[in-house]
């Protein structure tokens, strides 16, 4: 376990030297030696500004051996029609950029009943290996049996890193299997980076999105990361090219405590995930009615009208049109903000828009940092202008 050492021979001021933490962990013990007591938070600032008096000391015991993990594997989710999940191809063309830095290979996962469809697939869009577990006992997501196959792939292969799309079903799955080889696992990372050393850098908001957290796992491997939908770019589709490898799963490893009597298809909702236009409301809409012209705006640009947390939350909205960290992630070709301050927890759900246009009558407006196109005005004013100039343009054509 890592810990604070004290060299008492290099304090010259107790007091000084207690007073260096905000937290108040160093204090005399009853013969007069300071101590690191319980409330450290290990900030090392005493460290930083003590002169020497403080050592940092990592007594952890060796991780393991790096070598023996290789490559970067994407666990792929299949829709209940047996396409693709579009989050695991996202994460493909993500695991393609990683795995170039480290010379590792991409590899595919794919759990699942009747996959050959989609092994093609996932092989044009990148991947070197797919190792896929085929068998009508995994035709419905059941937790035990697909927990029993990512473990045998992992056992089998060895890989460095897995990628897992944050689905209901991926949050569900990662951390069930980070826990039975005792790893880490970061949910909802905004991005990946990899270091030489194979170690995965995930960055993810915390603290309420106040800071960035980065995040490493440099003693245990693999390495666990879930990514909502949206997060990072489709890659091209290519050419099918790599191998594939069939893998099976005894009889026991198959059987779960759960038993499918029946599946129904939802029916179809098209979310704000999937529109190319966005309205967002913010709290700068004074009354719920006011929602309306929005809506107008958006339903002449062709999309659709959303939200953030502090209108649903008012309930003036439903939550599936949140956007950020507690809703949704959205990656439309254009989106207009209309009153949205732009706090982090906002806009980690949408700076990877395409086009952002932003309306705010605070010129010091958190969301004009990332807005493409800034307008410093009264979204009352501002909003019907463009209502009125998009239908003369429409009408004129």
Known sequence: MSYIKVHQDKIADREAAKALCPFGAIAENAEGVLEI???CRMCRLCIRKGGGAFEFVDDSAPGVDKSKWRGVAVVTELLPDGDLHPVGLELLGKARELAAKIDHPVMAVVIGSGTD???DKVLAYGADEVHVYDDPALAHFRIEPYANA???FIEAVHPSSV?????VNGRSLAPRVAARFRTGLTADCTVLD???TTDLDQIRPAYGGNIMAHINTPRHRPQFATVRYKIFAMPKKGAPHGK???HALSADRLASLVEVLEARRKPVEKGIEEAEALVVCGRGVKKPEDVEMLRELAALLGGEVAST???VEAGWMDAKRQIGLSGRTVKPKLIVTCGVSGAIQFVAGMNNS???VAINTDPKASIFKVAHVGVVGDLYTVVPELIARIKAKKEAK
């Open 309 to 311: 947390r502090a209108v």
């Open 194 to 196: 990899m270091s030489p």
């Open 117 to 119: 469809a989609v092994v």
């Open 150 to 152: 990512l473990s045998d």
């Open 163 to 167: 990628l897992v799309g944050g689905t």
């Open 37 to 39: 007591g319980a409330g």
């Open 354 to 356: 395409e086009t952002i």
């Open 244 to 246: 594939v490898v069939r």
